[in-house]
């Protein structure tokens, strides 16, 4: 993997007294150590937070669930992500990532497999109070936790990444990072299949019901994985020498010289956000906020429905291992693209339009996906058109803000950017469940959202240039030219 991230013309500027063979040999072996157990817990984190698509095929028929019940719960995760996000990414900052990290996959452990009991555990007068039944309470009560208790994660990686790698390699090893989503769900499908086929009825449990606690056992194991083993940054890395430490802070040191050099006398006017509350009210910021909403609407408003999208092409409603190994094909595509999409990023230092172009080709096959209905084939190069292009966005994308913010401004506003954005979570699968309750099918849900990732794909395609810090110079380029 690391092969990617290390791309000798991919470095920004090397000091004079460091050969360009010992700095990109460095950040090779810095990837090969990190991001393999990074992409692990993000693996198991996704899985723990998409696996209720697979649990719906079975669970809403035994719960006497609506698709629009299911669809408001599957989203109510991102209104508890939302609420927890800056907190959880200022104190990452503070108390180190290695603790905050493993504490967070803890807790989200322990939340996802108390979704087996999600219509035993007594929530007292709670659900009289909000008029629902227990079992939708509990639905929507575990959802809300469970984001609470990921919030965090996937910004504090990506600020965790800025400790280590300059700006003109981090295309890359985003991409490598959220190839994890892929990964997870290539993996997840056919394992949350093969567990609601193989372990339905042992014990007198459903299948949904041991897909959430064995599922949720990973997580546990990895929480304490990374309370072993991740250093919070390069200064604590046993694994460094004091000359490659060194090295590492004067990449990440010239990378802001270089920033700065960049810079305009009338962007110096404007600055980018330097404190918390900076990164909050800055409009550029707010701008890439809804631009990775419109990524997220069309992420997890698919991501959440595949399953039931996939079983609805033909397949037999008990045969949960064919939809997992056909929901396979989607991710592999877009597992495959996202990694060529962040290289070729790197290798020609422009950030923007390859998000514009990812964020059209997620449109045009949302948009397929409105007229596919149920032919298998139409179906599964539509969901593949989606999938590729929305994880190819979302990777490019990260490496536009970590490169406009900086410091404590960097923690609050990348925090900011995904907490809103992911409100696009809760929204996008939401959308979908109500219109297909009202209407018996999901093209006007896909249509709505595919004009929603051009608006966002317009939105970012017409940001002003001083606000555009996320390029990086391209390859050959001299430091801190233009």
């Given at each position: ?100 990290i493993a504490r967070i996959m803890v807790t989200w452990a322990i939340v996802s497999g108390a979704f087996a009991f999600v219509d035993v555990i007594p929530w007292g007068p709670l659900p009289a109070l909000f008029r629902v039944e227990p079992s939708v309470f509990g639905f929507y009560a575990l ?82 994985v990374v309370l072993l083993l991740l250093p919070d940054g390069p200064a604590d890395a046993s694994w460094l020498t004091a000359e490659q430490r060194r090295i590492v802070a004067g990449a990440l040191a010239a990378d802001q010289s270089d920033d700065a050099t960049r810079t305009t006398s009338s ?51 008990t045969d949960y291992l064919r939809v997992g190994l056909l929901a396979t094909i989607p991710w592999g595509v877009a597992g495959v693209s996202m990694l060529l999409w962040g290289r070729h990023s790197d290798r020609t230092g422009e950030r923007r339009w390859h998000v514009v172009g990812a964020l ?123």
């Amino acid at each position: 993997m690391a092969n990617h991230v290390a791309s000798p013309t991919a470095a920004p500027s090397v000091p004079a007294t460091v050969p360009a063979t010992v700095h990109d040999a460095l950040f090779t072996r810095i990837a090969w150590r990190l991001l393999p157990l990074l992409f692990t817990c993000y693996i198991v984190a996704y899985l723990d937070r998409v696996n209720v698509g697979f649990a719906k095929l079975q669970m809403v028929t035994e719960l006497r669930w609506s698709d629009a019940i299911y669809g408001f719960g599957a989203g109510i995760f991102f209104v508890g992500y939302f609420l927890f996000e800056v907190p959880s990414n200022l104190l990452l900052e503070r108390v180190g990532a290695r603790r905050w990290i493993a504490r967070i996959m803890v807790t989200w452990a322990i939340v996802s497999g108390a979704f087996a009991f999600v219509d035993v555990i007594p929530w007292g007068p709670l659900p009289a109070l909000f008029r629902v039944e227990p079992s939708v309470f509990g639905f929507y009560a575990l959802r809300l936790l469970l984001g609470m208790a990921e919030a965090g994660f996937f910004p504090g990686i990506v600020l965790y990444l800025t400790y280590w790698f300059p700006a003109a390699r981090r295309a890359r090893a985003f991409a490598l990072f959220m190839t994890a989503v892929a990964v997870a769900n290539v993996l997840g499908g056919p394992l949350s299949g093969w567990i609601m086929d193989t372990f339905d009825g042992t014990s007198g449990w459903s299948g949904w019901r041991w897909l959430f606690v064995l599922e949720s056992l990973p997580s546990l194991m990895m929480g304490v994985v990374v309370l072993l083993l991740l250093p919070d940054g390069p200064a604590d890395a046993s694994w460094l020498t004091a000359e490659q430490r060194r090295i590492v802070a004067g990449a990440l040191a010239a990378d802001q010289s270089d920033d700065a050099t960049r810079t305009t006398s009338s962007e110096k006017a404007r600055g980018a956000p330097a404190t918390t509350r900076e990164a909050l009210l800055s409009g550029s910021v707010w701008a890439l906020a809804f631009v990775y909403f419109t990524m997220a609407l069309a992420l997890y408003g698919v991501n959440f429905w595949m399953p039931t999208i996939i079983q609805e092409l033909g397949i037999p409603r008990t045969d949960y291992l064919r939809v997992g190994l056909l929901a396979t094909i989607p991710w592999g595509v877009a597992g495959v693209s996202m990694l060529l999409w962040g290289r070729h990023s790197d290798r020609t230092g422009e950030r923007r339009w390859h998000v514009v172009g990812a964020l059209l080709a997620t449109a045009c096959g949302l948009a397929l996906l409105a007229v596919t209905g149920t032919r298998v084939v139409p179906s599964l190069l539509a969901l593949s058109l989606v999938a590729a292009g929305v994880l190819s966005s979302m990777s490019t994308f990260w490496a536009i803000p970590t490169a406009y913010l900086r410091g404590t401004a960097a923690a609050a506003g990348i925090a900011w950017i995904n907490s809103i954005g992911n409100l696009g979570g809760h929204f996008g699968p939401d959308l979908i469940g109500r219109v297909r309750t009202a209407t018996g099918s999901s093209a006007a849900a896909f249509l709505t959202l595919a004009a929603l990732a051009v608006a966002g794909a317009a939105v970012l395609a017409l940001r002003s240039r001083s606000s555009q810090a996320g390029d990086a110079p391209p390859p050959g380029a001299t430091p801190g030219a233009a």
